[in-house]
């Protein structure tokens, strides 16, 4: 992935992946979205500590966004999933 090649590039780079979605069932599959997208990251190489875990963001409930990110923002291990037994 062009992601993947860019991150093994700049190897102090981190980079927030963001997930769409504010009603509890958008809240759920954004984060499984986010997580998708780190573990497939994590198969390319990628450290999964390089990457801030947001979901439940505002936006098309059927995306996933990232960016840069700031050196304020957490990186590392993912937060527990918001409402495990909706999917």
């Known amino acids: ?30 984060w499984m979205r986010v997580k998708a997208v780190i573990d497939y990251m994590q198969s390319q190489g990628i450290d999964r500590d390089r990457f801030c875990f947001e979901y439940g963001q505002s936006g098309s409930a059927n995306s996933v966004d990232y960016h840069v990110a700031s050196s304020s ?5 993912p937060p527990p999933p918001p409402h495990p037994n909706l999917k």
């Open 1 to 30: 992935s062009n992601l993947a090649s860019q991150m093994r590039n700049s190897p102090s780079c981190n980079v927030v992946v963001a997930g769409n979605g504010t009603s509890k069932l958008e809240q759920q599959r954004s």
């Open 73 to 77: 923002e957490p990186c590392g291990t």
